[in-house]
């Protein structure tokens, strides 16, 4: 370990655990030798344990969304005015209260593109305030856009991407390939998200609000224009050392590298598919079952509530 500018070793009596991120657990399995024998031997590492699949397999949530800007201005609007969301800081660090102690979010949707399938294809996501939010004061700062809006993510991406080192040294960034819209079936799905979000902007229970659409996508190439010029991660990454039986598989289901005695990886790398839906809660039910079977408990009776 590398730190204050002193290198220093640490040593396991029993096992490693690495749980490093979707990112980062991948890059120091390759930094240690495992992984894809043609990108280590590339990159100068010596090759100590061959999995094909380390990196791979990467997953995301990618999403796009639609802005309409109000008619009358908005209390979110108003609280971020410096000298107001200044005190709303200091009363929400201090008290945990007040409007800095909350989003302008917490609504959310799961819907069917397609009414045939078999569970939800994308999440509407809506914001009460503009993304590019940001403290004003006149004359000094401009006030941002007041406007409000609804993102749309796609939840079953079919395109994969990779992680990949950029060298030997630890120091250097790994290379994040998303990869988002590779296959065209992920494109047409999210295209239908935002088709459908445009008929909600359309309802009556919201024209006292809206002043004008600012996003006025009509066309499937309109549509897929906005797509790929604003379209951004949800920050749901998973999928680099995926668990599973086969020669693409990273881990075993204990979470233990295959080939690699004493170590396992527990975080989001290890899922095999993305989760349809926001993946803080099934990361910590990786990192409790991790601790069940590290201490050798047996698994919990199955559940159906």
Known sequence: ISHGGKTVSAYAT???LLAGGVINSPQLLMLSGIGDPAELRSNGIDVKVPLPGVGKNLQDHLSAGLLYARKEPGKFHK???LDRITRELARAYLFGTGFASDLPGGLFAFLKTDTAAPMPDVQFLFNAGSMAAKPYLPPFLPAFPDSFGCRV???????????ELASADPRALPRIYQNFLAVEDDLKVLRGGLRMAREVGQQTPLAPFISAELTPLKSDAEIDAHIRATGITVHHPAGTC?????EQSVVDPELRVRGVEALRVVDASVFPDLVGGNINA??????????????GLPPLPPSNA
């Open 153 to 163: 993510a796609l939840l079953r991406p079919r395109s994969r991407g990779r992680v």
């Open 242 to 246: 995926r668990m599973g039986a086969d």
């Open 282 to 295: 099934p990361v910590i039910m990786i990192a409790e079952k991790a601790a069940d079977m590290i201490r």
């Open 79 to 81: 609280a971020m005015r």
């Open 14 to 16: 029993r096992e490693v």
